[in-house]
């Protein structure tokens, strides 16, 4: 059964600071990985896509990363502002469905 | 600006009653699912359908719980009877075609509280 743990749970750190929130999954045999936010009392937007055959996917300051074989992936913030607080999600997609990780709650303060 | 929509945003009922929630995927989109997200548990997918045939409902009691997509613009998630159990924010999802070839686009939840 394919677990998704993500750590840190949560994390506070300074504006302007990069940062790395991780993500791992128990079976490798995954079709892609997605990450999400969340805000408080909202539902999950989506923030990047990464297909098993990729390595890596990029949006502005945000960079994820796939590593199947170790069963990895990390999300990387650069110069975290405050509005980037929020809940962050990671899901593989496991025979038609996503598995969800439990999330790292980040604040970012000013 | 396409968004999925569920109704209602919340819901406060007693023990006992019925509970249905919808939701309107966004149009031309073929799949849907139904999580279920609690701060002990995260986020669990209770069912999914694909071109409104259900595909997985494993994650969902059975006894209590029915999923159903009358047609393509609209899926439910009835719960009868309700239990204080049951208490968590229900989200939907939708995407289009498998979800391996795109992404999944989530609706703002129904946050039910069973008292």
């Known amino acids: 059964k394919q677990e998704v743990t993500q750590i840190p749970a949560a994390l506070s750190v300074p504006e302007g600071e990069n940062l790395v929130l991780n993500c791992s999954f128990t079976?490798?045999?995954?079709?892609?990985l997605q990450w999400f936010r969340q805000d408080p009392g909202k539902g999950l937007t989506s923030l990047l896509l990464i297909q098993s055959s990729q390595r890596e996917q990029t949006s502005g300051r945000l960079n994820a990363s796939l590593d199947k074989s170790s069963g990895r992936s990390t999300l990387y913030i650069a110069a975290s502002q405050p509005g980037d607080s929020a809940t962050y999600l990671c899901?593989?997609?496991?025979?038609?469905?996503?598995?969800f990780g439990t999330g790292t709650r980040l604040q970012v303060f000013p | 600006d396409a968004r999925v929509t569920q109704t209602p945003r919340h819901k406060v009922t007693e023990m006992g009653q019925e509970v249905t929630m919808r939701c309107q995927p966004i149009l031309g989109h073929n799949t849907v699912f139904w999580y279920r997200q609690t701060m002990m548990q995260g986020l669990e997918l209770l069912a999914y359908?694909?071109?409104?045939?259900?595909?997985?409902d494993s994650g969902m009691p059975k006894d209590r719980f029915s999923a159903e997509m009358p047609d393509a613009t609209l899926a439910t998630l009835k719960i009868q009877p309700s239990e204080p159990r049951d208490s968590a924010v229900y989200f939907c999802?939708?995407?289009?075609?498998?979800?391996?070839?795109?992404?999944?686009?989530f609706g703002e939840g129904s946050r039910l509280t069973v008292l």
């Open positions: 999802a939708s995407g289009l075609e498998n979800v391996d070839t795109g992404e999944l686009f």
């Open positions: 359908f694909r071109n409104r045939a259900p595909l997985d």
């Open positions: 899901a593989v997609e496991d025979t038609d469905k996503l598995i």
């Open positions: 079976d490798s045999a995954i079709y892609n």
